[in-house]
C-alpha cells in the first residue's frame, strides 16, 4: 500500500504525552553511578550495543558535550559501558550484570543539539528512547524484542526494527523513515517519508498512522492498517 500524505496540521492531542516521558523515567532511574564526557568534535559516529538489554534514552545535552550517564543499583566498576574513541567513532558495549540477582539499570545518552552524525542503538530487550533531538543526526534504532519511542525530533532518518514482537512510537517528528518492525507501529502528527514494513504473521500487529504529512510507503503481510 502507497499513501500520499497531504500536509495536515498537527493535532497536539493523542500522543503529546510521550514528550514527558524524560522527566517520568529519571524519576524512576537508579542513582547515578557512572558518568564520562567526550567532546562532540572529535565524533562523527555513536554506537551502543547493549546485547543483554538495557532500558536507553538518547536527550539532549546541555553542555554541548557527548555523556555517557549510567544508571545502577550496584556500584560496580565492571558493570560500566566499554568505552572506545578511535577514528571519529565513538563505540560503547555494555558491561557485565550479575547472573544471581537482578541489578536495575538505566543508560542515557546525552547529544549537543548540534550533533549531525550518525547514532546506532541496539538493545536485546527493554526499551529504547529517543527524544527532543533537532541536530538532524541519522538514528539507527534496534532492538531484539522490546519498545522504541521517538518523540519531538527533527532527524535526517530513523531506522527502527525489531525481528520478534515489540512496540513502535513514533510522534512529533520530522525524518526519512526506514522501519522493518515486526509487532505494533504508531506513527503521529509528523512529517515524514520513507517506508514502513510489517512483514510479521501475528495477531498482535497492527500499523496507525495519523495527522502525517509526506509520501510514506506501507506495506503489510498481516497487520490491520488504521488511518
Not at 30 to 35: A, E
Request: glycine share 10%.
Amino acid at each position: 500500500m502507497v499513501f500520499m500524505m497531504a500536509s495536515a496540521s498537527a493535532a497536539q492531542a493523542g500522543l503529546e504525552g510521550i514528550a514527558e516521558e524524560p522527566s517520568a523515567e529519571a524519576a524512576d532511574r537508579p542513582p547515578l553511578m557512572s558518568s564520562r564526557s567526550w567532546s562532540a568534535s572529535d565524533v562523527t559516529k555513536i554506537e551502543l550495543n547493549y546485547a543483554k538489554g538495557e532500558f536507553i534514552t538518547i536527550e539532549p545535552a546541555a553542555d554541548g558535550k557527548i555523556t555517557l550517564n549510567e544508571y545502577l543499583t550496584e556500584d560496580n566498576a565492571g558493570y560500566y559501558a566499554a568505552a572506545a574513541l578511535s577514528g571519529g567513532k565513538l563505540n560503547f558495549t555494555q558491561g557485565s550484570r550479575p547472573s544471581g540477582h537482578a541489578c536495575n539499570s538505566h543508560t542515557v545518552l546525552l547529544l549537543p543539539e548540534s550533533y549531525a552524525g550518525t547514532v546506532s542503538v541496539h538493545s536485546g530487550g527493554g526499551s529504547i528512547s529517543l527524544y527532543r533531538m533537532t541536530g538532524g543526526a541519522a538514528y539507527d534504532l534496534s532492538c531484539a524484542l522490546g519498545q522504541i519511542r521517538v518523540g519531538y525530533v527533527a532527524a535526517k532518518t530513523i531506522k527502527a526494527s525489531c525481528p520478534r514482537a515489540g512496540t513502535l512510537i513514533i510522534t512529533d517528528t520530522s525524518a526519512a523513515l526506514d522501519v522493518d518492525f515486526i509487532g505494533k507501529i504508531t506513527v503521529s502528527n509528523s512529517a515524514v517519508s520513507g517506508s514502513i514494513k510489517n512483514s510479521g504473521q501475528s495477531t498482535h500487529m497492527a500499523i496507525t498512522l495519523s495527522y502525517l504529512s509526506g509520501d510514506l510507503f506501507v506495506s503489510t503481510a498481516s497487520a490491520t492498517v488504521v488511518l
